[in-house]
């Protein structure tokens, strides 16, 4: 007795359409597709969020950043970068 036949899967969803009725396990499935629906808008509105916060502001300025190695005071170097 390793696998379920047909029959097998036949009697179960015999079984459950008794115990359930036809009205109510489609009215689950329809529950279950709200669901899944609702599931995917908010993955699609958390991927669409952080894109339209990410962008800098227009006004900010440039800042300097001077940088020093460790050989000497005199050696720096400048780097300019946007920090944000």
Not at 47 to 64: G, L, W
Request: proline share 5%; no cysteine.
């Amino acid at each position: 007795m390793g696998g379920a036949s047909i029959w097998h899967w036949v009697v179960v969803g015999g079984v459950v359409m008794l115990l359930f009725g036809r009205g109510k396990i489609s009215e689950m499935m329809g529950d279950v597709a709200k669901g899944i629906k609702a599931f995917k808008k908010g993955m699609s509105e958390d991927d669409a969020a952080p894109a339209s916060t990410a962008a800098p502001a227009p006004n900010e300025p440039v800042r300097t950043i001077e940088h020093q190695n460790a050989q000497g005071a005199g050696t720096g170097s400048t780097l300019n970068a946007k920090v944000g």
